[in-house]
């Protein structure tokens, strides 16, 4: 999968605003060919830590690296290896999807006759085939990130950086990007670096995750690991459905081993133990002639954990 | 290219350094890139058209009638200097062509200007440019450019076609000096209103919404065109109230102060600068005893002397323009960028 080499490098990059501070020390490895996903809420200080990597805003203290190039002190190079996709990413209304890819190559320097190849493969590639050639103001805002992946793609970059690509698009149009994604990191070996409050969506194609609260960093690594190291020590929570639901149903798990608590949470029976008690109890449930209908371990993905964090978070 | 090395090894010189010779040349066509871009923008746009439809109209008719009205004087008087007069004076009903565009050229610099970043950063479209591998201050360079190519374009049009009418309609080719001084005054012109061009991009900059910036230009030029003259005459006449009895030094220095505070103005040093350049028979530009026109022998003015004279003024003008284009350079440079 992953190379090993580390692409993206920050060393306490910090961002200072008035009287607050955006992203605090952070400390982050991306290594090459992974697809790293920032998460966190709104105003958590992602976009701010992208804008210092591609030099749009000055560090207050520290400095970030992108394939061996000082992003502060040597902008164009790190941009001329690095797209960017930004969240609401806006085209030239008035020139169609076709002209606007080609403005961003000559902006690169791109040779014209490679160029107009490249155009036309990417837009296949994203499926603007039709639309290609129409002014982009009457473009909707799916095919807009399209051709912002487009742009993003013109100059073959080492590094790709979306900013909450998902926004706005409808579930269809999640799944071809998250696709085309995939592809850019599997296929062309690209690194991709991606911003997203939706956790449980770019969990889906992410290699690891950093999560990112109120301008820290909380947690950075693959998301199982993460589970692991969040929820240690906790006691495990297990949700299932089982029908018939009576109370002989809740008397049974509340016997059987290592069970701690049970409680009701809409619809769903959910079980407190001191481990993972899954197997004991579908053999008790069926045995005792219930039907199993649902039983999942909580905390195994990024929802959990991001939600886990949170309540840390809320009680110190 | 890529020679793998351990990262954590080797944390004091984090990565290698890369040679830069292929960005350069990504730059260099950057540059001609985004100015063809500008260009291309700025000559087809609407407000463009309106612009020019605007300064034409206005500048033909105000040819049209000041050369019917030096028709009638010619035949009455030989004059000096014909040609320019199509451009100084005012015909029966319309103001004379510099009045007009005096008064015209700060709304057309600002109509190029007002929304060249602000609206850039409105549709998005200025964080997709600003990282693309080119660098911040090409972005206003060029931009600041394109406007003044378009202008020059514009005004050198506009100059000669008028030019060329007010041949038509008196019938006298302009000597090597009128054509001189007209072209100096195409010149000049460019000159004050890429000062308004500039004043228009720092707007663009310091204010989020293109509408502000529009109106804060407007404002600014109202000012400068009406109020200024207002308010330097309100200053000097409490400063040194001109009576019945005032005595004549009191007089001058009202007038020296009324001078003095409207030429904070840039429309005022572009007018002062605009008629002594086109009117060879203006002498001074300040006020004048009799004492000293005494003995003076009437007649125009060279267009060496006619340039010294409002040589400040047009110093003056060229550093507005360069101080208010160094403001925006150094605010966008530290700018950040957000989408």
Redesign the interface.
Known sequence: MAGGRIIIKTENLTKKYQNKTAVSSLNLEIEEGEIFGLLGPNGAGKTTTILMLLGLTEPNEGRAWIDGYDCTRNPIAVKSIVGYLPDNVGFYGDMTGRENLRYTGLLNGMDEKELERRIDFLIERVGLRDSADKKVATYSRGMRQRLGIADVLIKNPKVVILDEPTLGIDPEGIREMFALITELSRKDKRTVLISSHLLHQVQQICDRVGIFVDGSLLAAGRIDELGEQVLKGQSKIIELKALPENDELQRIIKAADGVKKVERDRGMIVVHSDYDIRSELAHLIIKNGFSLLHLRLRGGDLDDIYRCYFAKEGVA | M?I??S?KGALKI?????S?SS?S??????LA??YK?ELADQF?SKRFIIVLILIAVTGLASIYSAGLGIREAVEQQESDFVFLRLFTSSGNSLPSFISFVSFLGPLIGLALGFDSINGEQA?????????????RDTVVNRKFLAGVTVLSVMLLAIGLTVGGLGIILIGIPPSLEELFRLLLFILLTIVYMALWLSISLLFSLLFKQTATSALSGIALWLFFSVFMNLIAGLVANVLFPVTEQASASVVLRNQRWQQGISRLSPTQLYDEAVVTILNPGVRTIGPILSEQIEGAIPGALPLGQSILLVWPHIVGLIALTMICFAISYVYFMKQ????
């Open positions: 890529n793998p090395f990262f984090p990565f290698k350094e890369k830069e960005h040349e990504a730059k260099r066509t950057g890139v985004l871009k087809r549709r998005g479209t200025l964080s997709r440019l600003l990282s693309q591998p080119i660098h950040e960028i957000r989408a």
